[in-house]
């Protein structure tokens, strides 16, 4: 069974450009996360995906910050435009129904804004 | 609010020696702790996790933490460290009615000496 798919893996755009990072889910995850890393410090949570809804967004720094799930496949974060302090490492995670079930972590996407 | 405190970013440990990575946690709720693993190039994956059962709770590749709630920790051990043990290490704190969503600590660094 394949895991938890993101791309790019790196992505490297001036400051004032547009990135969108893309996440695949592992096939019948419902819950779907995105978290980041900014360099040194910890990784924080974005926003959560049900499905096609968004349950949860409240980690969402500002709205430069665009996430979609269309018919609750892969999801896509859109960073418009983008800013020097959205470098960072982009995790996407999913998981299946229930409590505390364990989330799939994807290999991240590594974004630099110059 | 719920944090993660990892005492030390970087531990060293020898081959053969016991791996001790300390993790304290702040939550006015019970919470629901986890440690994950990410070693190089990869997404981070899951170690152990404690829902409130067994307050010793077992993970992969022989690692053990211990709930303990008089000291709010959740540290990390290993009898004997391996090569192969050396990634970073993250200790993450949930709660009940969250939507699952982890609040991560800051890393801790394992690196493994002969």
């Known amino acids: 069974e394949a895991g938890v798919t993101q791309f790019p893996s790196h992505s490297v755009i001036e400051k004032g450009q547009t990135v969108t990072l893309r996440c695949d889910p592992i096939?019948?995850?419902?819950?779907l996360y995105w978290y980041r890393r900014v360099m040194g410090k910890e990784i924080k949570f974005l926003l959560h995906f049900v499905k096609e809804s968004k349950q949860d967004e409240s980690g969402m720094p500002n709205n430069r910050f665009l996430a979609e799930r269309t018919g609750g496949t892969y999801s896509t974060l859109k960073v418009q435009p983008a800013e020097l302090e959205d470098s960072g490492v982009y995790f996407c995670?999913?998981?299946?129904?229930?409590?505390?079930?364990?989330?799939?972590f994807g290999p991240g996407t590594r974004l630099t804004v110059l | 609010a719920q944090s993660v405190t990892q005492l030390g970013s970087h531990v060293s440990v020898s081959e053969g020696a016991l791996v001790l990575l300390r993790c304290n946690y702040s939550?006015?709720?019970?919470?629901?702790l986890f440690w994950y693993v990410q070693y190089p190039n990869q997404g981070l994956q899951l170690l152990l996790k404690?829902?409130?059962?067994?307050?010793l709770v077992k993970g992969i590749n022989g690692f053990e933490a211990e709930f303990k709630k008089s000291e709010t920790s959740f540290h990390l051990t290993k009898p004997s460290a391996h090569m192969s043990d050396a990634a970073e290490y993250f200790c993450?704190?949930?709660?009940?009615?969250?939507?699952?969503?982890?609040?991560f600590g800051t890393g801790t660094q394992l690196k493994v000496e002969l």
């Open positions: 939550s006015s709720v019970p919470p629901y």
């Open positions: 096939s019948g995850h419902d819950n």
């Open positions: 995670a999913s998981s299946q129904d229930g409590l505390y079930n364990e989330q799939f």
């Open positions: 404690y829902t409130s059962a067994a307050t």
């Open positions: 993450a704190v949930t709660r009940t009615g969250g939507g699952n969503k982890l609040t």
